[in-house]
Each structure stands twice: as C-alpha cells, then as structure tokens.
C-alpha cells in the first residue's frame, strides 16, 4: 500500500508540479533566435539560456563577414588578408569551416561556402545599389569561388591561395542550433524548442509526452501552411526561394545561388528536410534546392534519418517514403 | 500508514493541484495578448481582445516604430528601415507568426492559449 502510495505521490509530482517554459528571444546571424526551456530547474534552464545566448554571440562574431569585432579573427579577417599567409584561428570556427568545407566534396561542388564573391554581386541588385541583372562576365571576374584556394592545415591554421571570400550564410545558424541542441541535451535538458530564424526549428524530447506540431508555410499562399510535421528529436529546415528575392522585369532573383552557374536555381520553390541534426539539415536543404527533385530523391535515398518534401514550381509536393513518420 | 504519512499526502496533493491551477490561470490569462520587444527585452504588452483600432509607438533602433492593433490582430504600420519588410508583412493573428523588424530589434508575438502547432517554418 505505501509503495503504490508512493508511486501515485511521484506520477502526481512529475505530471502537476513541474515543466515550466523558460523562453529567450535572441538576434543573431541576421535573425531571430527563439530558445524555449521545459524544465522543473529554473535555475538550471535560466543558466542554459544564458549559456545559449552566449554561444550565439560568439559565433555571430566568427561568422560574421561584414563587421570586424576586437581581438576577433572572423570571416571578415580572412576574406581580407593576404594570400599565401598561414593564421591561426579560434578553434570552433576552424571546425565550422572542417565541417562545411567538408561537404563541397560530398555534394558534388553544390554546397560551397566559398561563394562570398559571387554573392556580394547580387546583394548590389538585391538591395537596389545597381539595377537590373548581373552578367555572367560580372559574376565570372567577381574573384575565386574555388574552396581549393583554402587551406586547413590542422592545428587550427588555414591559408588562403587564393581571393576567395567565404560565407558561412547557408551553414553558420544551423550549426550552432545543433551544438546548442547537443548542449542541452548534454547537460539533461531534454525539453526544448529552438527556432532559429524562420527556416530552421530544432526540438527535443516533448513538454507533454505529446510531440511536437511543426506547420510548413504554402510558398504560393504564405498565410497558410499546406503541412504539418510531427515528432521529437527531430530538425525542420527549409530553403525556399519565395522569401528573400527581388523582382526585374517580371522574373523573380532569389538567394540561394547554384555554384556551377552563379546564377539562382528554380528547381523547386521551397525544399524541407528533417534529420535530427540541424546543421546537416541546412547542409541538405540548399543542396536539394540546387537539385532536381529526381536528383534530390536519389541523392538522400542512401542517407538513414534524412526525410525531405519537395515543393515544385507548380505546386505539386514530392516526399521521402520516410515522411509517414511524421505525419 | 499512519496520520502523519497521511497528512503529507494531502500537503503533495494539494500543493500539485494548486500549482496545475496556477498553470491554467496563467494560460487563459495569456490568451490573446501580444508582446512587442525591442533588443531582447519585453517592452509592450498589448491586450487584443478589445474590439477597437489601436496605435502604439515603441522605440526602434532607427526610430519610432508604430505598431496598429484590431480585434486579434497586429501589425507594423510604419518603421524605418531599408526594406520596410516589417510593414510589408501586414496583420498578423497567430501566435505561429512573428514579426521580426530586424534592422529596429523589434520582434512581436502573439500568445493565444488556442494554437495546436509548436512551430513553424517557411
């Protein structure tokens, strides 16, 4: 009797008097990051949110292509100095860049952070500063877009060979929702929600032995969803062309740039792909966007874990066999 | 079991329904409220239950940002900023969509204790 006494006493004490949300809104990597924290340990998660804000911060600096930040070798650092000079750099962004660089290879040349020249072309369109469309001769003598022309050389030192400029763009927010996913769940906080910008949601174990709803936005309605996720452990990522673009004579330019033509790619106007690690999620997104929804799906279909829905240019929607899980 | 096993029984029991009850409280409170914050920090709470249009004015990092409120809904009506992307998103109504005026640190949020999704992306 008192053991079942007991146990009623601890199923009351886990269903009723614990998980609070402890939530933290956060501007970095030219987004908005919002972290929520279930937790019964206020303390615990308040020092979790602290510690994730802090982590953010630091990379935003690393990443960061246009601003310089004292005493910090970022990007911008590198894109700057000289060729054929050997440096050392903080060792997270060495391993952002191990990692990133490490998938140029594995996506056939898709997914290259060494873009930055090519990309800062189309931001002068973008943002109204030339008019019109570039050429491909502008984009062509814009400088190096090879990631060759970038050396690791261990031990935290790299070395450039050539005028490439990387950007971490595609890469940086995702890779650092994974490390502050990993974290949490390192230290036992297990109930979390990160959504990192509006592209990118990373969850763990649910607040309610539920799981979680995860709405995807209709490109061409985007005031309503035409999908729902559903599960834990998981990431969401999207790359979608219908969000940041402008418009020349009737035909809209986007972001997402495919490195074999400099020019944006129109497979597909939004590609979703879930894993349970955000940073290969971002990695995976921008590389089916850059591919043909058969290419895509032959390209993923040996990856365990990797689901993805394509949305095509007329509105047609293509899953992974997979995605039955998360209905 | 004796009387005092019992005793803190009841105390646990108690002290759990009263805490759920704080919960459902603090919910239905929530219900249909937006917040406005500007570099991180709560800076507006906006009842939208009430049936009537509304204007607020926060600060933003490049000015006054107004911000106009009808029955549920919320929007930017002006801000300064290159893109004006924040005005340019119109009303919004649920607590799934955010507005974000990045380049003024202004971010607005809808709680309403109605919404069955966690998330969404685009």
């Keep these: 009797m008192k053991k079942l006494i007991l146990l009623i006493m601890c199923i009351f004490l886990l269903s009723g008097c614990n998980n609070q949300v402890y939530t933290k809104n956060l501007f970095y990597m030219d987004t908005f990051i919002n972290v929520k924290i279930y937790s019964s340990d206020k303390k615990k998660a308040l020092d979790a949110l602290s510690y994730i804000d802090q982590m953010y911060n630091d990379y935003d600096m690393l990443a960061d292509r246009y601003k310089s930040h004292d005493g910090v070798i970022n990007i911008k650092y590198i894109n700057e100095m000289d060729i ?182 129109n497979n597909s106007l939004a590609v979703t792909v879930i894993t349970d690690d955000a940073a290969l999620g971002e990695v995976l997104s921008t590389t089916l966007f850059l591919m043909s929804v058969d290419e895509g799906k032959k390209y993923i279909s040996d990856m365990e874990g990797v689901e993805a829905i394509w949305y095509e240019m007329d509105g047609g929607i293509t899953l992974t066999d997979g995605m039955s899980n998360y209905e | 079991m004796n009387r005092y096993d019992f005793i803190l029984i009841s105390v646990i029991l108690f002290v759990c329904l009263l805490f759920l009850g704080i919960t459902y409280i603090n919910g239905e409170k929530d219900a249909n409220v937006a917040y406005v914050y500007y570099d991180n920090k709560l800076v507006k709470t906006i009842d939208l239950r009430i049936d009537e249009t509304k204007e607020y004015i926060v600060k933003g990092y490049n000015g006054d940002v107004v911000i106009e409120t009808k029955k549920n809904q919320i929007r930017v009506k002006e801000e300064k900023s290159p893109l004006n992307l924040c005005s340019k998103q119109g009303f919004i109504s649920s607590s799934l969509e955010t507005i974000v005026c990045l380049p003024n640190k202004v971010v607005i949020k809808i709680e309403s204790s109605n919404d069955e999704l966690d998330a969404v992306v685009r």
Excluded: C
């Excluded at chain 1, 109204?128 to 984009?139: A, D, M, R, S, W």
């Excluded at chain 1, 390192?186 to 949601?201: D, H, P, Q, R, W």
């Excluded at chain 1, 490109?219 to 979608?240: A, E, F, M, Q, W």
């Design chain 1, 84 to 265: 054929n000079q050997e440096i050392k750099i903080d060792n997270r962004l060495y391993e952002m860049i191990e990692y990133s660089k490490s998938f140029h290879a594995k996506t056939n040349g898709l997914f290259n952070i060494a873009l930055g020249n090519v990309i800062d072309v189309w931001s002068e369109y973008r943002n109204g500063n030339k008019t019109g469309v570039p050429t491909t001769e502008e984009l062509l003598k814009s400088g190096s877009t090879s990631i060759d022309d970038l050396s690791l050389l261990g031990n935290d030192t790299i070395m450039k060979k050539g005028d490439i400029s990387l950007d971490l763009g595609a890469i940086a927010k995702g890779y650092v929702t994974e490390l502050a996913g990993e974290y949490l769940e390192g230290i036992g906080l297990n109930k979390y929600l990160i959504t990192a910008g509006t592209s990118s949601v990373k969850v763990g174990e649910h607040y309610r032995n539920d799981k979680y709803k995860i709405g995807l936005t209709d490109p061409l309605d985007t005031s309503n969803l035409y999908k729902t996720v559903k599960g834990n452990n998981i990431s969401v990522t999207t790359s979608g062309s219908y969000d940041r673009y402008y418009e020349y004579d009737g035909v809209k330019y986007h972001h997402i740039i495919n490195p074999n033509t400099f020019f944006p790619s």
